[in-house]
């Protein structure tokens, strides 16, 4: 049985490497006419833009077009430039509709239908659920360890992993914060805070999954365990924001950490006898079907809900289960304890 597990682990690591090409929308000359034609002319089709101000020689009046845009606007960055882009986008997507051919990325990205300039709603309240589930199950394992268990002699609650999943609540929502925001607005900004927040958790998760799983109690012990993983994740961090915002190699490096926290669990639950060891299988297989759904991309079906978003779907009943698995965890490891000091 063990050995079958094994093996159903390691296909998923390896189905999860699979390289994904990303069609180039933005080289196709029928869009690129469009896009220039957009900013000379601030319309596409019948469709003109009200802050693409040009005069009657179709020069930009006072200065170069973007810098005629609403101050609002250029904070959000849907300028005339990402108008004209976005218009163009979906004009030829339905001429390509037309001719029973597939939707591709432009400038990497899946043809998004924007709603109320939200680039990717779907996921933004998605997102934005997570975030509440979050915050329920933190406040729910709060209350359990602060109100609920009783302490140890010196005032402290007697689960050791407390400050730990304190820890990984705020890093957990402050990813989620910044997910809604990036795909609210996927700039470079907002997609490098995304993707550092995410590192930071998934680095962390693995942190915890480690010391969990070998029972690591010694301070000194923990910090030698922290220590490489700190590292790594900082320089991975430091790279992707000062070097370069490198897609590929930062889903690779999320997908392993991923999965070797997933392998630690799945082992640590099929060796002890907890009672709740069900509730972090059930957690082991929804991730890596998860994961899975985050890698094999596909467009968004009518311009709305694409892998990422069925992958924020997912997280959340496996984010409330996570957090009724940490909540029973401290009950177990408390009455443990206890019965140890008796």
Not at 67 to 91: F, I, T, V
Not at 108 to 124: D, L, N
């Amino acid at each position: 049985m063990g050995k079958c597990r094994l093996l159903l682990f390691l296909a998923a690591i390896s189905s999860t490497f699979r390289l994904l090409h990303a069609s180039s929308g933005d080289a196709d000359p029928i869009y690129k006419v469009c896009v220039g034609r957009c900013k000379e002319t601030g319309c596409v089709g019948d469709k003109c833009f009200q802050h693409c101000n040009f005069s009657s020689g179709e020069n930009p009046i006072d200065g170069p077009w973007y810098l005629q845009e609403p101050l609002y606007l250029r904070w959000k960055q849907w300028d005339c430039h990402s108008d004209c882009r976005y218009h163009c986008m979906l004009a030829r997507e339905e001429e390509r509709q037309k001719l029973g051919l597939k939707p591709i990325k432009y400038h990497g990205k899946w043809p998004f239908r924007r709603v109320y300039g939200i680039q990717e709603p779907v996921s933004v309240a998605l997102s934005a659920l997570n975030l509440a589930i979050q915050f329920h199950g933190w406040v729910s394992f709060f209350i359990l360890v602060n109100y609920k268990l009783p302490f140890s002699p010196n005032k402290k609650p007697y689960y050791e992993y407390t400050g730990l999943w304190h820890i990984y609540a705020i890093l957990s929502m402050n990813s989620w914060i910044w997910s809604a925001v990036s795909h609210s607005r996927d700039v470079e900004l907002t997609e490098k805070l995304d993707y550092s927040s995410t590192v930071a958790l998934i680095g962390y998760s693995l942190l915890v999954a480690i010391l969990r799983a070998f029972n690591v109690r010694d301070e000194a012990s923990r910090v030698m365990v922290a220590a490489p993983i700190v590292a790594f994740v900082t320089t991975h961090i430091l790279y992707l924001n000062f070097y370069q915002l490198d897609f590929g190699l930062n889903m690779k490096v999320c997908v392993a950490m991923t999965m070797l926290q997933f392998i630690i669990w799945a082992f640590w639950a099929g060796f002890i006898r907890h009672p709740s060891r069900w509730k972090l299988w059930l957690v082991v297989a929804g991730g890596i079907l998860a994961t899975l759904l985050k890698i094999y991309d596909f467009p968004p079906y009518m311009g709305y809900v694409d892998a990422d978003a069925l992958w924020h779907a997912i997280s959340i009943p496996l984010t409330y289960l996570w957090w009724s698995f940490v909540r029973d965890d401290s009950e177990f490891g408390t009455t443990t304890l206890i019965k140890k000091a008796k």
